[in-house]
């Protein structure tokens, strides 16, 4: 699933913020003075149905976190402009699932949190839940 969002994600944000560099999991951060890095993380997991193996329904949940940096002392308005893009691409969408007959993974809406100042940089932290079912 972590690859499906991540091919959802990054052609869309190319395209929104052509200028602005992207890491992905464990990549080197960019040294811009503006940088995206998204991480796709993982989170619980829920037994939906009974049945034999290979017939049960898992309902598996995770978060797509987008944290943007920009240089300290530029003000917000740029920064506030790419969690907004984010937003636009992430929220409140369906994914197609990379597997043949699985439903699709869903995401809701997005939280975004003030990361603070670390050295040169100002960020937040765009955070959007998701969930998608899975046949064990």
Known sequence: MREAIKEAFVPAWNAATSDVPLALDNETMPTADVWAALTITTTTSDQVTAGEPGNRLVARRGWAVVKIGVLVNTGDA???????????????????????????????????????????????????????????
């Open 78 to 136: 740029l920064l506030n402009q790419l969690c907004q893009a984010v937003r636009d691409i992430l929220e409140m969408k369906l994914i197609p699932s990379p597997i043949a007959g699985d439903e699709p993974i869903d995401t809701f809406a997005a939280s975004t949190q003030n990361g603070g100042i670390d050295g040169r940089w100002y960020f937040q932290l765009v955070r959007t839940p998701f969930r998608w079912f899975e046949t064990v």
